[in-house]
């Protein structure tokens, strides 16, 4: 069975400091799908970005970057130089690779609170 | 380019009640996705629909009922609702073909439901 981990409930940072979140998941499959998601207070997720299994090459957009580790399960995203208007609730996630469908795992979830 | 949309915004029901959501695709997508979201958690994945037919099925009891209509629309049917069916009920549309770009889900903003 999949499952994805936020261990960070909650971070709370200063306007232009950095912030990282951490993501942890567990999948049998040998191909899949990372997705992170941003969820601001209107509630709607919009989508941030996709990694699939066999691309471990770090991304850059802008002020935020990925960082893929498969030898140790991890997808975490930092958020650099932060803004008032990154506060908001960031999603990572999971799908295998099926014919049968594209669900996705959710992780609990991280409240990133940026301070002025 | 009209993205995912769902109604209605917002619905209080009593316990014992059914209710109806509705969602309509992203323009060109093909497949639905419903997910659950309680307060303070990530969503939850109750079913996908595709060409008219559940393709994927999570965790969810026989209360949870949907369609898929030809024009891709979907409906969420949750029957003999309880204070536990209070959340917000997340649509996301794909391509269902089996394809990358198929495993990139768009959200809509959400139905909150409370049970009273």
């Known amino acids: 069975a999949q499952k994805v981990t936020q261990a960070q409930t909650e971070i709370s940072v200063v306007e232009k400091e950095d912030v990282t979140l951490d993501c942890v998941y567990e999948?049998?499959?040998?191909?899949?799908?990372l997705f992170w998601y941003k969820q601001p207070p209107s509630g709607e997720l919009v989508f941030l970005i996709r990694r699939n299994s066999f691309d471990e090459q770090n991304e850059i957009s802008g002020r935020y970057s990925w960082n893929f580790q498969k030898s140790t399960s991890s997808f975490n995203f930092t958020i650099t130089a932060s803004q008032v208007v990154d506060s908001a609730v960031y999603f990572c996630?999971?799908?295998?690779?099926?014919?049968?469908?594209?669900?996705?795992?959710f992780g609990g979830g991280t409240r990133v609170l940026v301070k002025p | 380019d009209a993205g995912v949309t769902q109604s209605p915004t917002h619905l209080i029901k009593t316990r014992g009640q059914q209710v109806t959501l509705r969602c309509s695709p992203k323009?060109?997508?093909?497949?639905v996705s419903w997910y659950q979201q309680a307060l303070g958690q990530g969503p939850q994945f109750i079913f996908q629909?595709?060409?008219?037919?559940?393709?994927q099925r999570g965790n969810f009891p026989d209360r949870f009922s949907g369609h898929q209509f030809p024009n891709y629309s979907s409906e969420l049917n949750v029957n003999a609702l309880l204070l536990g069916d209070s959340a917000l009920y997340l649509c996301?549309?794909?391509?269902?073909?089996?394809?990358?770009?198929?495993?990139?889900?768009?959200f809509g903003p959400g139905t909150r439901l409370t049970v009273t």
């Open positions: 996301a549309s794909s391509l269902g073909e089996f394809d990358l770009s198929s495993y990139e889900q768009y």
């Open positions: 323009s060109g997508h093909d497949t």
């Open positions: 999948t049998r499959d040998t191909t899949y799908y």
């Open positions: 996630a999971l799908s295998e690779a099926t014919a049968a469908g594209n669900k996705l795992t």
């Open positions: 629909y595709y060409e008219e037919e559940e393709r």
